[in-house]
């Protein structure tokens, strides 16, 4: 595999002792402390607690009752023989029933089984779903790592640029000395030298505010005070075909198929509804009365049942009919979400890989440039101390390495950030 370094060797701008912080260090931070992934791992336990037989409803259930009542009557009983009369005010009486009853679903158009598979297909999209965080977590920080870096060769750069004005300035009052240079010449390079030392403290500022941002990506405190590596590698070997084959191996693409799968399971269900259901139970049942008059005294039963219920859906005004017609309905908008978001990710793959092309070539000309910027500055101050380059030259070849360093700096940015969009949308992210 061709893979292409990027260093900036430029000289330092902040002595100030840091933290380093490395690529793969941040990266395992952003996991651990990210809130979105412990929310998402909530939902996979709570997923895979519910993916269970017993709220599929195909296990027994078993359930308990009892009641226990107690009454005052007044009783007036008249039979033909005088002898047996009752009549007797605030007669207490007594009612107790408790039952113990197991029912099992033998039959409901196999809705259980349809509902126990969309209990496993959600469990299993709620980690696909994890996963889709994880690499745009990781794709997240390596790019705010990458913009660090680019943010701060950028200040390193004007940082040398600073030390070529003040070996202008210094060339120039030794001229002064011997009478070969003016104040106005002083002046300029004076100006000149503040005028780079503003930018660079604008441009510190800006590297501070990326790492801030890094910072918070990794749930840190932003007040820390990190330092990253100015060198980072980019992947030559990518290839257009091989990209586009491995979005099907994408979290999202396949959290799609999987919601298809789910909508399909949920039109079973629905259609379920429509069949008869078969229930079968065993318990025990006790009931006893007590009275303190009348024609009975007492009066307790008890004993076990055995049942077996059948329940046949005639008409409900078509309302699992029409159910079962927008399930099929969502079943198809799944589908079509999904063809949308393969056609949206192979277009992104195409325009990415042509700007990392784009790119990549780029890279290897800007750092052609930049040497030659180089040593166009170097030649110019020689010829400048020698006094047949004027201080526009100094200048102009000061600015011409600036903009060839930092075209550098962008481009190879770019290219790598390209390559992160790449992997991470063909599921090949790592670090």
Known sequence: MKKLIVIFLLSSTNAIAQQAISLPDAINTALKNSLDIQVSKNNIEANSILNNYGVAGGLPLVTSSGTNTETITSINQKYSDPSRNTKRNNAASNSFSANVTGSILLYNGMRVTSTK????????????????????????????????????????????????????????????NVGLANNADIFQAQLDLNAATQTLQSQLLIVQQAKTDLLTLLTLNPKDSITVLDTFTIDKGLLLDSVLNRLSTNADIIYANQQIKINELISKETAAQRYPSVHASLGYNYNRNKNAAGFTLLNESYGPFAGLSLSIPIYNGSAYKRQQQVADINTKNAELQRDILIRDYSANVVKQYEAYINNLNQVEAEQKNYKLAQQLLDLVLQRFQLRVATIIDVRVAQQTLEDAGNRLINVSYAAKATEIELKRLSNTLTF
């Open 117 to 176: 598979k969309r209990l496993e297909e959600l469990e299993q999209q709620s980690r696909e779903y994890l996963n889709s965080q994880v690499q745009n977590i990781i794709a997240s920080v390596m790019t705010n790592y990458y913009d660090i870096v680019r943010q701060q060769s950028y200040a390193r750069l004007l940082g040398e640029t600073i030390e070529v004005s003040k070996k202008r300035l210094d060339i120039i009052k030794a001229q002064q």
